[in-house]
C-alpha cells in the first residue's frame, strides 16, 4: 500500500520557522520525484517545490524561493520542507506528494498524495 505521511505542520509566528517531512513507503522511492504542495482556504492548490529522487534536481514556486529548501533523504525514503521567513500568505494545508521520475516538469502530474498538514502563520 502506497503511503505518503505528512508532519510538522503547526502554529508559527510570522518570521518564524518550520520543517515538514514527508515519510514515503510503498513504493521504490528512487523511482520517483516527490513534491509539496498547498491549498489555502478558497485558493487553488499550487505546487510548492519538488525533487527528483533520480538527479536531485528541484523546483521551486517564485513565492518560496530563498525562504524554502526542499531535500531527500533517499535512505529513509523521506523528502523534508525547511521553511524559514515564513509569511501569512504562507499559511495553507501542505501535502506531500511522488510522481514517476524522470520527468520534464517536476511538479505536473502526481500519482500518489499524503492527506496534508495544517500550517498556520500568524501576523
Known amino acids: 500500500e502506497v503511503q505518503l505521511v505528512e508532519s510538522g505542520g503547526g502554529l508559527v509566528q510570522a518570521g518564524g520557522s518550520l520543517r515538514l517531512s514527508c515519510a514515503a513507503s510503498?513504493?521504490?522511492?528512487?523511482?520517483?520525484?516527490i513534491g509539496w504542495f498547498r491549498q489555502a482556504p478558497g485558493k487553488d492548490r499550487e505546487g510548492v517545490s519538488c525533487i527528483s529522487s533520480t538527479d536531485g534536481s528541484t523546483y521551486y514556486a517564485d513565492s518560496v524561493k530563498g525562504r524554502f529548501t526542499i531535500s531527500s533523504d533517499n535512505a529513509k525514503n523521506t523528502v523534508y520542507l525547511q521553511m524559514n521567513s515564513l509569511k501569512p500568505e504562507d499559511t495553507a494545508v501542505y501535502y506531500c506528494a511522488a510522481g514517476g521520475d524522470p520527468r520534464e516538469r517536476l511538479c505536473d502530474g502526481m500519482d500518489y498524495w499524503g492527506k496534508g498538514t495544517l500550517v498556520t502563520v500568524s501576523s
Open positions: 510503498g513504493f521504490t522511492f528512487d523511482d520517483y520525484a
